[in-house]
């Protein structure tokens, strides 16, 4: 799959951020970067927001220095819970890329 666009991403380049400790997705997205992936999508919802962007900042800053934040999707998600009760939700996708090298 040589040129992937955004339209055909698949789930192998996306980090879901949850309760663990932003070193758990760091070492996550510092996989994916390894791995081959010239972009690594996290992604988080509600109180992982700030966790998400922790893990970005920390791998930009201290383990990929050439990576840049491409893009920031924010947006709001309609959750229903048990008891048939709507909620929104905020939620976040940090797109990161690592620098063409010259």
């Known amino acids: 799959m040589v040129g992937k666009t955004t339209e055909e991403r698949t789930d192998e380049n996306v980090v879901y951020v949850g309760k663990k400790p ?7 997205v510092i996989t994916e970067f390894s791995g081959g ?3 690594v999508v996290i ?3 509600g109180r ?3 966790r998400a ?3 970005a900042e ?3 800053n201290r383990f990929v220095t050439d990576a840049e934040v491409k893009e920031i999707k924010i ?7 048990e008891e048939g009760r709507t909620s ?10 690592k620098k063409k090298s010259k």
């Open 37 to 39: 992936s010239d972009e």
């Open 48 to 50: 992982a927001i700030s």
């Open 53 to 55: 962007v922790d893990t």
């Open 88 to 97: 929104n939700v905020s939620s976040i996708e940090i797109f990161l890329v």
């Open 75 to 81: 947006s709001t998600e309609n959750l229903t819970n």
């Open 22 to 28: 932003p070193m758990s997705y760091v070492l996550a």
């Open 58 to 60: 920390i791998v930009r």
């Open 43 to 45: 992604k988080a919802r």
